[in-house]
Nanobody, 120 residues
Framework: QVQLVESGGGLVQPGGSLRLSCVAS????????MGWYRQAPGKQRELVAT???????NYADSVKGRFTVSRDNAKNTVYLEMNSLKPEDTAVYYC??????????????WGQGTQVIVSS
């Protein structure tokens, strides 16, 4: 089994910063793409940023220049550095991983989500 556990959410004022972390654990052979999605109340889940095993990053237009996704392969961890936060960034942020387990089965896994609230 593979698990993804997020941390780092919370309440921040507009213009502030937060750093989210997501650790993958379990019977992992290879982590392919890892990234972040978010879901605001009443809206569909949307992509925020991803980081492929080849080192390619991808960002939603709404966060380009403000958010940075990074990855520590030795720690099976992906990070999301969020700067210049806006109220519209308020959402539950979910970690996502495309992971191959030790019996060579590849699945997409999700974390439980971490709440980010941007409000004064």
């Amino acid at each position: 089994q593979v698990q993804l556990v997020e941390s780092g959410g919370g309440l921040v004022q507009p213009g502030g910063s937060l750093r989210l972390s997501c650790v993958a654990s379990g019977r992992i052979r290879r982590i392919n793409t890892m990234g972040w999605y978010r879901q605001a109340p009443g809206k569909q889940r949307e992509l925020v940023a991803t980081f492929s095993s080849a080192g390619v990053t991808n960002y939603a237009d709404s966060v380009k220049g403000r958010f940075t996704v990074s990855r520590d392969n030795a720690k099976n961890t992906v990070y999301l550095e969020m700067n210049s936060l806006k109220p519209e960034d308020t959402a539950v942020y979910y970690c996502n991983g495309d992971i191959t387990n030790i019996v060579f089965r590849t699945n997409v896994y999700w974390g439980q989500g971490t709440q980010v609230i941007v409000s004064s």
